[in-house]
Nanobody, 129 residues
C-alpha cells in the first residue's frame, strides 16, 4: 500500500492561497488515480479534485472549479493541491488519496472516495472572513 502524508495546511484570510502537498512513499506509476477530499465538522467527506495521470485527466468539484488545481511533481512522488481565492466554506480537514486505476477512470469518478484505497491522515485548512 502507498503511504501518504499531507502537509501545507494552515490558517489564512479569505481570498488567500495555500498549497497542500501529499508526499507518497512506495508511490508508483500504477497508482495513477489521485484525489483530494475534505471534511468539515458535522459534514460528510466530499471530493474536491482528482487526477488520472495515466490519462492526463483532471476533475474538480463545482465548488472549487477555477480556484483549485491538482498537480504532480516530476518524480511522481508528491501530489499538490493549489488553492486560490479561498473562502470560509473551504475550511475543512483535507485528505489525499491514491489508487491504481485504469485509463478510462474519468470525470466524477476521480472524486468518488470509493475508488481509493490509500489515504493520508489529513491536514487542516482554516479560512477566516
Amino acid at each position: 500500500q502507498v503511504q501518504l502524508v499531507e502537509s501545507g495546511g494552515g490558517s489564512v484570510q479569505a481570498g488567500g492561497s495555500l498549497r497542500l502537498s501529499c508526499a507518497a512513499s512506495g508511490y508508483t506509476d500504477s497508482s495513477n488515480c489521485v484525489g483530494w477530499f475534505r471534511q468539515a465538522p458535522g459534514k460528510e467527506r466530499e471530493g474536491v479534485a482528482g487526477f488520472n495521470t495515466g490519462r492526463g485527466s483532471e476533475y474538480y468539484a463545482d465548488s472549487v472549479k477555477g480556484r483549485f488545481t491538482i498537480s504532480q511533481n516530476n518524480a511522481k512522488n508528491t501530489v499538490y493541491l493549489q488553492m486560490n481565492s479561498l473562502k470560509p466554506e473551504d475550511s475543512a480537514m483535507y485528505y489525499c488519496a491514491a489508487q491504481r486505476c485504469a485509463s478510462w477512470v474519468l470525470g466524477p469518478t476521480l472524486i468518488d472516495e470509493h475508488i481509493y484505497n490509500s489515504w493520508g491522515q489529513g491536514t487542516q485548512v482554516t479560512v477566516s472572513s
